[in-house]
């Protein structure tokens, strides 16, 4: 079993996506890309597959795609909220949660992952990149 | 209030006859909004019931079982276009994805594939499956084509910084290829007012010249059997027809194959070659303007 999949399996009792995993080191973390096609015929490449996550200081913070792949499969460790706390933390904004454990969790609204977030003290705020962010 | 040179008018009343007109006005308007279900993550039903409850107006596009011609208040912006499960894409420019017709577990080259309407297109249709080769040498651009890559939940894709025209000295081989030419872009006038005042021959004649290397470069990167689509959204005689003509001249193999896409009212190309090719006109159709041809490579 990978680092990937342990830390997956633990954290979220979820499975890692059918298809090849590679890892690659950023000054980041190591960031984990799903590539589901067929050998690379030998051509040089700029980017390869679906970034699903990076692992930082050991705790894996899942991108939306990895959030909305590893979702349906999840046992524990996700969060579920209403249409406008989904808007709030897709833009950027934190969110207060009655019944979270502190740590990484998926997100979730009317049974869709919508991506990932650390909780603390009774707050989420949700990993999102810029580009993503939803502007009001 | 269109403004075209004089070079523009004559010729394109050249081509175009008694529609010239008609046409001159179509090609001018802002085209009607359109958005393409990405299957990857959702399913039509589910945008169609975001859709009902946010009080947008839709309709099906007749040539894609899985878009939609929507209202102008559905935005980029909006919560589930962030989530990748739609794309904002003029409806007509699904046609060449549409009529390459690609099967999951193929072997795909996009070979002009920013920004990545069509690549994700393609990537739906291969079910993440098979091998999405999405080539665009301008790094900035390539930003833009990864964004949508990893908005879309594409998983086969590799992305490639090669000059298109020189693609072929991969020796890598396909089943399917893609060309979405560079052109003269008259079909973008609708929202780029000055290509019609800057539409010149010499222009045409420059894009003509780069489209016959991509489109050879592309026939080349084909296995044997294998098909390619080119496109251009403008519609000068040098960069669609005499490109297809010149195509068949250089390589023995080369096949023109009549396409037909439900829906769309089509004019034949205008040269003898190329009559199973499509014009697809604005003044005709809910659609921009449209050269497409396919080209089956045989043994």
């Known amino acids: 079993m990978s680092e990937l999949e342990k830390i997956v399996k633990k954290h979220f009792e979820a499975e890692v996506p059918k298809g090849k995993i590679l890892a690659r080191k950023t000054k980041d973390g190591v960031k984990y890309f799903l590539y589901t096609g067929c050998e690379n015929p030998g051509l040089d490449i700029e980017w390869?597959?679906?970034h699903i996550g990076t692992i930082i200081g050991g705790v894996f913070q899942p991108t939306i795609e990895g959030a909305q792949l590893l979702g349906p499969s999840a046992g524990k460790n996700v969060v579920s909220v209403s249409r406008e706390e989904a808007e709030k933390l897709m833009s950027g904004e934190e969110i207060d949660v009655?019944?979270?454990?502190?740590?990484?969790?998926?997100?979730?609204?009317e049974g869709l992952f919508f991506g990932a977030g650390k909780s603390e003290k009774g707050k989420i705020k949700q990993f999102?990149?810029?580009?993503?962010?939803?502007?009001? | 209030m269109l403004n075209a040179s004089g070079?523009?008018?004559?010729?394109?009343?050249?081509?175009?006859?008694?529609?010239?007109e008609e046409f001159f006005q179509a090609v001018g308007f802002r085209l009607r909004k359109a958005v393409r279900v990405n299957t990857l993550k959702t399913r039509i039903d589910f945008i169609a019931g975001v859709f009902r409850e946010n009080r947008v107006e839709f309709g099906l596009v007749p040539w894609h079982s899985n878009a939609f011609f929507v209202s102008d208040d559905v935005t980029g912006l909006?919560?589930?276009?962030?989530?990748?499960l739609f794309f904002i894409q003029e409806a007509g420019s699904m046609i060449p994805p549409v009529v390459l017709d690609v099967k999951p577990r193929e072997r795909v080259l996009d070979l002009c594939a920013a920004p990545g309407a069509k690549t994700t297109q393609l990537a739906s249709d291969l079910e993440n499956l098979g091998v999405l080769v999405a080539n665009e040498p301008n790094y900035k651009r390539i930003r833009a084509l990864v964004y949508n890559i990893q908005r879309c939940g594409v998983s086969n894709c590799l992305v490639t910084k090669r000059d298109g025209c020189t693609f072929y000295n991969e020796g890598v081989l396909f089943d399917k290829v893609l060309v979405d030419a560079p052109c003269s872009g008259v079909g973008t006038a609708g929202k780029n007012r000055d290509v019609l005042k800057d539409w010149s021959s010499e222009r045409v004649k420059r894009f003509s010249g780069l489209q016959k290397k991509l489109v050879s470069s592309a026939f080349k990167s084909l296995d044997s059997g294998g098909e390619l689509v080119y496109s251009t959204c403008t519609t000068s005689l040098e960069e669609n027809e005499e490109v297809i003509d010149f195509l068949l001249e250089e390589f023995e193999?080369?096949?023109?194959?009549?396409?037909?896409?439900?829906?769309v009212i089509a004019r034949k190309g205008l040269s003898p070659g190329t009559r199973k090719c499509l014009r697809i006109y604005p003044h005709l159709n809910p659609t921009g303007l449209y050269f497409i041809a396919k080209i089956r490579k045989n043994e």
Request: overall charge negative; cysteine-free; charged content about 30%.
């Open chain 1, 48 to 50: 390869t597959g679906l």
């Open chain 1, 98 to 109: 009655e019944t979270s454990d502190d740590g990484v969790v998926l997100l979730e609204v």
């Open chain 1, 128 to 136: 999102i990149t810029k580009s993503r962010i939803l502007k009001k």
């Open chain 2, 7 to 20: 070079d523009f008018r004559e010729y394109h009343q050249r081509i175009l006859g008694s529609e010239f």
């Open chain 2, 78 to 84: 909006s919560f589930e276009h962030q989530l990748g």
């Open chain 2, 253 to 263: 193999g080369a096949e023109v194959v009549k396409v037909k896409v439900p829906g």
